[in-house]
């Protein structure tokens, strides 16, 4: 396993070839955090949005293994591909006739992963007090907090909170790219040896 000071220089390096091109980065993290205000400002647009662009995927996906099981159909294991086309076409249809229904069973099953895996974080932070326990702990308390706020609004909460998430995943990554591009102005740090 490389040490962090191993792999520093070949990221330093990675990062020289394009240092030149930190206005790129800065646009770019500039779009993506405009793109997450908005998804923040119209979250419930964003979430049908979502579930619509959801279901062309499972559409597309349906079609792509339909015709792989009729191009493989002397394979044994045909049958299996052309049931997982048909529930990807299946559900593809829902998500795409029904995006409110669709993102409610999503948020459901999203609250239920949230308290499932913080109330596995929890225990074994108590139980186990490895280095670093505490903030497991947090994070394990932060997650059940969130899948039983969720369970409790739900299916009201369905239709804001994937928009939600999707706007909080573009404004944070964006800040990343941003600030990546605006440390690439700056001049190399010298490392110590």
């Given amino acids: 396993m490389a040490s962090p000071t191993m792999a520093t220089p070949v990221l330093m390096t990675g990062l020289e070839t394009v240092k030149n091109k930190w206005a790129w980065f800065v646009g770019l993290g500039a779009l993506l955090m405009l793109g997450g205000i908005i998804a923040l400002g119209a979250n419930i647009a964003f979430t049908l949005v979502t579930m619509m ?6 559409i597309f996906s349906g079609i792509a293994e339909a ?5 493989m159909r002397s394979w044994g294991g045909v049958f299996l591909h052309l049931i997982g086309a ?5 559900l593809g249809y829902l998500f795409l006739t ?3 229904t669709a993102a409610a069973v999503i948020t459901l099953f999203l609250a239920c992963l949230f ?10 932070s108590l139980t186990s ?3 670093g326990w505490g903030w497991s702990l947090f994070s394990g308390l932060i997650n059940v907090v969130l899948g039983v706020l969720l369970i409790n609004q739900w299916p009201f909460d369905a239709l804001w909170f994937i928009g939600f998430c999707v706007g909080l995943e573009l404004l944070f990554r964006g800040w ?3 600030m990546l591009g605006l440390s690439l ?4 740090v010298a490392m110590a040896a």
């Fill in 53 to 58: 662009l959801l279901a062309w995927i499972l």
């Fill in 67 to 71: 015709f792989s099981a009729f191009y």
């Fill in 86 to 90: 048909a529930l990807d076409l299946v």
């Fill in 98 to 100: 029904q995006p409110a």
């Fill in 115 to 124: 308290f499932v895996g913080g109330s596995f974080r929890i225990f074994a």
């Fill in 129 to 131: 007090q490895f280095p």
């Fill in 176 to 178: 990343f790219w941003m």
């Fill in 185 to 188: 102005r700056k001049p190399p």
